[in-house]
């Protein structure tokens, strides 16, 4: 299995551009999670996903980002307009909730906003 | 609500030393516990994790937890550690009853002297 694949790996962007990042998760898995991870907040869980629907956006910072999964193998995480403080490590992970529990991440994307 | 303290944010220490990092959490009803680590540049994986039955239990590359209900205590341990033990170590809850979403801990950098 080729593990949870994320698009791009790295991303420099000017702020107010449109940033998209991707994510296909594991094959059968039918929890996504995406999250954020900087030096000052740590790990923070944005939104996850169970059979394609939206769960939990509670950790969502603000209207500005937005987040769909169209099917069971894809998902993008869309931030509108982008600013330098959006500048961090996103993950996405998925899990399966018959062998749940554990979860299986991605490589993340290096996100920056100048 | 559920919450994950983990007690040192760097832990330095010799190789072949012995090492511990500390994790409390925050309950009200059961939940499931997990250590994943984190490599530089890479997403996390998963280290160990208690579901039930053995309150302790044992990971890949040596690493060991002891769940203590009434301390509400995750430590991890190793006996011996390696320079390539350096890494972030990250202590996890997630409820039992479903629900899926997982909470981190701010985590733990073990570097890993010669």
């Known amino acids: 299995d080729a593990g949870v694949i994320q698009s791009p790996r790295h991303e420099v962007t000017e702020m107010g551009q449109e940033v998209t990042l991707r994510c296909k998760p594991i094959?059968?898995?039918?929890?996504l999670f995406w999250y954020r991870q900087t030096m000052m907040r740590g790990l923070e869980l944005l939104i996850y996903?169970?059979?394609?629907?939206?769960?939990?956006d509670s950790g969502m910072p603000e209207d500005r980002f937005s987040a769909k999964m169209p099917n069971a193998s894809f998902s993008t995480l869309k931030i509108q307009p982008s600013e330098p403080r959006d500048s961090a490590v996103y993950f996405c992970?998925?899990?399966?909730?018959?062998?749940?529990?554990?979860?299986?991440f991605g490589p993340g994307t290096r996100l920056t906003v100048l | 609500a559920q919450s994950v303290t983990q007690l040192d944010s760097q832990v330095p220490v010799f190789e072949e030393a012995p090492v511990e990092l500390r994790c409390n959490y925050s309950?009200?009803?059961?939940?499931?516990l997990f250590w994943y680590v984190q490599y530089p540049n890479q997403g996390l994986q998963l280290l160990l994790k208690?579901?039930?039955?053995?309150?302790l239990v044992k990971g890949i590359n040596g690493f060991e937890a002891e769940f203590n209900k009434s301390q509400t205590s995750f430590h991890l341990r190793k006996p011996s550690v390696h320079i390539s033990d350096t890494a972030e170590y990250f202590c996890?809850?997630?409820?039992?009853?479903?629900?899926?979403?997982?909470?981190f801990g701010a985590g733990t950098r073990l570097f890993v002297k010669a």
């Open positions: 992970a998925s899990s399966s909730s018959v062998t749940f529990t554990e979860q299986f």
């Open positions: 094959s059968g898995h039918d929890y």
């Open positions: 996903f169970n059979n394609n629907v939206p769960i939990d």
């Open positions: 309950s009200s009803v059961s939940v499931y």
């Open positions: 208690y579901l039930s039955g053995s309150t």
């Open positions: 996890a809850v997630s409820l039992n009853t479903g629900g899926f979403k997982t909470i």
